[in-house]
């Protein structure tokens, strides 16, 4: 499967929205599907995913559609790799993380979630989904041992700032960054996702309120 060197952000975007769509397609038991019938359901054109799928070599032949099953076994392998999971860190275990942690831990996800972080000491010996809550100040020694990749903040922005750049000194790799400090601005070598929910709820507010 031949990859372009550079595949653009919303192409990458939207593969898991592929992947999601196939996933139920394989469930009904639909084994074949052309670009224009996925196009309708992604809501774009079969131009436009013919386009997505040339910069991973292609997955179909032309007039014959895609097989669903390899398609989606084809686009699994782009989102989770060699299906080793990417080993991750929580910071904070409030309300917001724990509902986080758990979509973290579904083995569908391709993470691995070893450790979760807070500041409060009532939380401590405590689990979230089976892993431990430990004290923030043993961060140093825990990435030290076990090498994170992925860090998931659940803080507030203060929070985040002061943590954000020791994380990246232990050495890691990306962010799931739910606090509202856009974090790929200051480092931005570094792989971040940042997530704002208020975002999306005032642009679903918007379009409510502006409908024709």
Known sequence: MAIQNKVSLPVIKRLPKYYRYLTNLSAEGREKISSSELAH????????????????????????????DVLRGEIGKLLFGDGERLSTILIGA?????????????????????????INPALFDKEICGVPIHPLHELESF??????????????????????????????????????????????????????????????????????
């Open 41 to 68: 359901m992604m809501g774009t054109t079969a131009s436009q995913v013919r386009q997505d799928f040339n910069c991973f070599g292609g997955f179909g032949q032309q007039g014959i559609g895609y097989k669903v």
């Open 94 to 118: 409030g309300h917001l993380g724990s509902a986080v942690s758990s979509f973290i831990s579904r083995d569908t996800n391709g993470y691995r979630l070893i450790g979760v972080f807070d």
């Open 143 to 212: 990435c030290a041992e076990y090498h994170p990749e992925v860090a998931v903040l659940c803080v507030p922005r203060q929070s985040a700032i002061d943590v954000a750049g020791s994380l990246v000194s232990y050495g890691i790799k990306g962010f799931w960054n739910f606090s509202h400090y856009d974090l790929s601005v200051e480092y931005p070598d570094i792989t971040v996702e940042n997530v704002h929910l208020g975002d999306s709820l005032m642009s679903l507010g918007y379009r409510l309120r502006n409908q024709e």
